[in-house]
């Protein structure tokens, strides 16, 4: 694991970022917002529009690495991974790489026992088991507004009242003052 200490702040890779937890969480959040040059530093305005709608928070690009970051640290993230594949699968073109890429994402998020295994129903999950023979751009369509849901009912309010995301707003905010 590279670890890297730096005016207190923890930097991990990213595969390892879920052992952070609470202080060195927000702490390593500082680092990759602050240390940027100013024209592309977290500014209160975006960060408070994050409380706005899972939809503001998923189009910013820090919302949704703080978002992803803060679901790592409670080993929940697998919801933000698949919709996030999904969105990455809906950009394919070629339906050769369309069935191999439908595959994985069925093997890893989909089929009972996956190693991410979302919460669908089990009509849902039948449904894209059926798709599955001939995968289109739409197969995972149902499941991810599934996802989404539950994201917006579950996952963002409690990252809303996370200490994570209230430290990040005020720290953003007095950044600004000073």
Known sequence: ???LVEDNCLEVNSFHLFVLRGKNLVCHLQCMFFNKPSSEKLN???TYMWSQSL???LESKYGMTTFHTFLKSEYSDENIEFWLTCE????IKSSLKMNSRAKKIYEQYIQTE???EINIDHQTRELIKRNMKTPTICCFDEAQK???GLMERDS???FLRSDVYRTLLESVTDSVKS
């Open 146 to 148: 599934i996802v989404y």
């Open 44 to 46: 209160p305005e975006e």
């Open 88 to 91: 990455d699968y809906k950009k």
């Open 156 to 158: 963002y309010p409690r």
């Open 114 to 116: 996956a190693p991410k």
């Open 1 to 3: 694991m590279h670890v």
């Open 55 to 57: 939809d503001k928070l």
